[in-house]
């Protein structure tokens, strides 16, 4: 039969308390061992957060700088398009002041060309003029020609001279 002594295998009191401070330092040492676990994993993390946080910021600034530049280069492109909007009347002013110029040009040069030929002509007249006088001291008698004014008599020679048939 079986031996019914329990009293035998029976654990202490004192063993008890030792397996149950045991069980409590294991299970403190398992916390502890947790605990430190998951500051290392906190750290990790906060450390991915600080470089995130730095990454963030260099892009921010980095976008901030690109969208100064493209403010910047879009001013210059709207004053580019004034300055040649500018110009392009500037330039239909200009044209068309050398149009106006160049009309009064052809008209100055009508005047003057039909004042060439005026003068022309006069210039025709005046030497058909003086060659009649020639033609008319030439004809007249010595006695006749001593008649005359000394001043008067010493032009009409020239004439004379000048326009000799």
């Known amino acids: 039969m079986k031996n019914l002594?329990?009293?035998?295998?029976?654990?202490?009191?004192?063993?008890?308390?030792?397996?149950?401070?045991?069980?409590?330092?294991?299970?403190?040492?398992?916390?502890?061992?947790?605990?430190?676990?998951?500051?290392?994993?906190?750290?990790?993390?906060?450390?991915?957060?600080?470089?995130l946080q730095k990454a963030v910021e260099e892009a921010t600034a980095i976008a901030h700088r690109e969208q100064q530049e493209k403010q910047t280069l879009m001013q210059r492109l709207q004053d580019a398009i004034a300055s040649r909007n500018s110009m392009r009347g500037r330039l239909g002013n200009m044209t068309a002041q050398r149009n106006k110029m160049f009309q009064a040009l052809k008209t100055n040069i009508d005047r003057l060309t039909e004042a060439h030929q005026r003068i022309s002509q006069l210039q025709q007249e005046y030497d058909s003029d003086m060659a009649e006088f020639a033609r008319v001291y030439r004809e007249i008698t010595p006695e006749q020609r001593r008649a005359l004014p000394p001043k008067l008599r010493r032009l009409l020679e020239q004439v004379a001279r000048d326009y000799r048939e």
């Open 5 to 51: 002594n329990r009293s035998r295998n029976q654990v202490s009191p004192q063993q008890v308390e030792y397996f149950n401070q045991g069980r409590i330092l294991q299970e403190n040492e398992d916390l502890r061992k947790q605990v430190d676990h998951a500051w290392q994993q906190f750290e990790a993390v906060n450390a991915q957060g600080e470089e």
